[in-house]
């Protein structure tokens, strides 16, 4: 199944892969997620959670990262 940049069953490891650029945020706030071993299971939503960010401007950030806005 193929995802969209915006779908939230959207793998962490998938979403980074189709669109380096989208790397930048999680960087930007020193998020462990590129590279770490849960990418594959787990979505921004629950980066979110973990982080305490909100997901909305998250996402927002991620889409203006990977020049989808």
Known sequence: ????????D???A??????P?????FLARR???P???????HTVRDA????DLDED???AEIRAAAKLS
Do not use: K, V
């Open 31 to 33: 998020m462990i997620c």
């Open 35 to 41: 590279g770490c071993p849960i990418a594959p299971f």
């Open 1 to 8: 199944m193929r995802h969209e940049i915006d779908d939230p």
């Open 10 to 12: 959207l793998p962490l």
């Open 14 to 19: 998938e979403l980074l892969r189709r669109w």
């Open 48 to 51: 979110c959670a973990e982080y």
């Open 21 to 25: 650029g989208a790397i930048a945020p």
């Open 57 to 59: 401007s998250f996402r």
